[in-house]
């Protein structure tokens, strides 16, 4: 039987003898590709989702799992503030590689304005002022898990 | 959650992707909704009829050049010899041969009947009315070029080798897998293009002495060896050599070539070399001798292709092959990651060890200079007696300085239009032309084929036509016994891709095994899904499919039915 496979933004189809004869039959293979967004339905992180845009697969993949998959299964109040070694192991590794990373860096900055700086600014301990919002975040999402 | 996530991301000063960012930031929205993604849509469905007939050359030239069955040596541990011979294909070296080897064809010089290559050492003219500095590939296609259309043309090659023009892609390819060895020693092997029989890999043409040139009523190709041009003049039209002598010209072409790149960790005094020239494939050959163990750094065509070659040449003699590069598999910025994957699989088939994913921190030679220590970025200790390093090449345009030329910051090598041309009389071609490519943008591209398209481009214009760059070029590369692919128009890694596999049985999908034994892999690009680059794994002989489906810009949806004109079973 022929199936088709995604790996973030690369896709496979293999196809069958007889499939590959009748574009048809690739159509509808195709169309019938099960997809889901970055949460699969059973809760657990699917890594080749596209959104990630290939972090999950660059230079720095592993670092990337470790961190945002500490952060998702985190329990603690603050959601990630157990994640901040996993996090720094992260930004250690995406300093290795500017070039792949730094870029996203600037457009970020074109794209969501000042925020990025305001944020920063923040210390990390006196973030008072952003955990209200986070814990709706929070709840938000635990909310839609459930 | 995802704000939280970004947030937290961001005060512990994570450089954070913006793509990546915001679309992580929906998803995480609509965490658990499914999002179709259709890939394939039902409407438009344009008809790719009559793909395989129609020629796109822009050349009529490579019409006329009768494809040479690919007839491989008997005996070779490498079977895909009789492969082609069974599919009636044409070896991806054929096509890229047959533009040389025709050339020779329709040019047939009226030569005098003087000196065969190598010329001696002769006076250096100091006119000559076409100038082509550089004296590999491109240049020779550029003077075929030249004479085809301007029969009495006097041309002068000058290049800063031994040697007069030849082709490179063997030294990493036949010359490491011919089962002659004592021949292969001496360049020799043999060639799909040439029925079976041993060529070596010297271009071949009545090249005239230097000296001669100016008194040839029919004109010639000459060429001047183991001299480097330092310096152009483009308003005087002249060139000086670094022996000083000064050569004025009407037309003159850039094929400079690169140079390859190294890492600073193997920089100093050491058993490292680098890999371009006849002289590094003698040497490497001779180093299989003495050498238990050579670790090649480089993940790339040149690196993966040497790393089988000597595995197989020295599996006799007891040498250990390794080979080290941080992609996550060989041609990583080249192939998708899954296929990468498989092609290191079938690296360490052929028994070379592979250190995939892994960066390099330091090297240190021992007290008696022979052995290396390679400290890679993971702490392990990689101990050989010679590295070779295949990092990637430096366009050689030293000449920009002089010549007042622009160099493309982005793509690097000299910029020129879509005819090649730098400046006026002034052209530049193969590897360090960054060229207008009017269906792919602009581009650099470092193939032996590159260089025999654009050199017989550049030589076509410079006899006066206005041709732009209209015939893509291809490359091949074939990675041990079950590895070789051919590929046109833009091919890396970093754009989506479909591949198309054709699957032996029809075994439930419960338990599927990827296999990428055959098929073809459509290159994307980012916006609007078009196919800017198509790869034939293992199919061989379908270019001009290949460069149809991307001049007629076909995109994403137009695959289903493009799949039916390659044979992927």
Known sequence: MSYCKRDGKDKSLFLTREDAKDPENIKTLVEDEETYGLIAPDGSINWDCPCLGGMANGPCGSEFKEAFGCFHYSKEEMKGSDCLEQFKVMQECFQKYPEVYSKYGEDEEDEEGNSDKENNEIPKEANNNNDSNNNDDNNNVNDEDK | ?569
């Open chain 2, 1 to 569: 959650m995802a704000a939280a996530f970004l947030r937290v991301a961001r005060s512990s000063r994570v450089l954070w992707g913006a793509r990546a960012g915001p679309s992580i930031y929906k998803a995480y929205a609509s965490s658990s909704s499914s999002t179709s993604s259709s890939f394939f849509s039902t409407n438009t469905l344009i008809t790719l009829a009559g793909v395989t007939v129609a020629g796109v050359g822009a050349y009529g030239f490579y019409q006329n050049s009768k494809p040479s069955p690919y007839v491989g040596s008997s005996g070779m541990q490498y079977t895909k010899a009789t492969e082609y011979q069974k599919e009636g294909a044409t070896h991806p070296e054929a096509e890229a041969e047959k533009n040389l080897e025709s050339a020779q064809e329709t040019s047939t010089p009226p030569a005098p009947a003087s000196s065969p290559a190598p010329p001696p050492p002769a006076d250096i003219p100091d006119f000559a009315p076409y100038v082509l500095i550089g004296a590999g590939t491109t240049s020779f296609a550029a003077a075929k070029a030249i004479r085809e259309k301007d029969p009495t043309a006097k041309v002068l090659i000058i290049g800063n080798e031994d040697y007069t023009p030849y082709s490179r892609p063997p030294l990493s390819k036949q010359l490491w897998l011919y089962e002659d060895h004592e021949a292969a020693k001496n360049l020799k092997f043999t060639a799909s293009w040439s029925g079976g029989k041993v060529v070596d890999v010297f271009y071949k043409a009545d090249f005239c002495s230097p000296k001669d040139l100016p008194n040839l009523e029919g004109g010639g190709i000459a060429v001047v060896t183991g001299r480097k041009v330092t310096s152009l003049d483009t308003r005087k039209k002249k060139i000086r050599l670094d022996n000083g002598s000064e050569v004025s010209f009407n037309k003159c072409l850039l094929a400079t070539g690169g140079t390859p790149k190294t890492l600073p960790v193997f920089q100093g005094k050491g058993p490292f070399s680098t890999f371009r020239a006849i002289p590094d494939y003698k040497a490497l050959d001779k180093l299989l001798d003495s050498a238990k163990s050579i670790l090649i750094v480089g993940g790339g065509f040149l690196g993966s292709e040497l790393a089988v070659g000597l595995a197989s040449r020295g599996k006799d003699k007891g040498v250990t092959i390794s080979q080290v590069f941080p992609e996550v598999g060989n041609l990583g910025l080249v192939l998708p990651q899954d296929v990468s994957k498989w092609t290191t699989d079938k690296v360490r088939e052929v028994g070379v060890q592979v250190h995939p994913g892994t960066g390099i921190k330091s090297a240190s030679v021992s007290e008696d200079g022979k052995k290396v220590t390679v400290v890679t970025d993971n702490g392990t200790e990689l101990v050989a007696d010679h590295v070779v390093v295949a990092v990637g090449l430096q366009p050689n345009t030293d000449l920009a300085t002089s010549a007042r030329l622009e160099i493309d910051k982005e793509h690097g090598g000299f910029k020129v239009n879509s005819e090649l041309l730098a400046c006026t009389d002034v052209w530049a071609a193969g590897d360090v032309a960054s060229f207008y490519d009017p269906y792919l943008g602009r581009r650099r591209v470092e193939h032996h084929d590159h260089a025999n398209v654009s050199g017989r481009l550049a030589g076509y214009n410079m006899t006066g036509e206005h041709q732009p760059f209209m015939h893509q070029s291809m490359f091949w590369s074939d990675i041990g016994p079950d590895v070789g692919f051919e590929a046109t128009g833009l091919i890396d890694s970093k754009l989506p891709t479909v591949g198309v596999w054709g699957r032996k049985s029809s075994e439930a999908v419960d338990t599927p095994v990827d296999d990428y034994s055959k098929g073809v892999i459509y290159y994307l690009d980012k916006e609007g899904g078009r196919i800017v680059g198509v790869l034939t794994w293992n199919i061989f002989g379908k270019m001009d499919v290949a460069r149809q489906i991307i001049s007629e810009e076909k995109t994403e949806v137009d695959i289903s039915d493009i799949v039916q004109h390659f044979e992927i079973h």
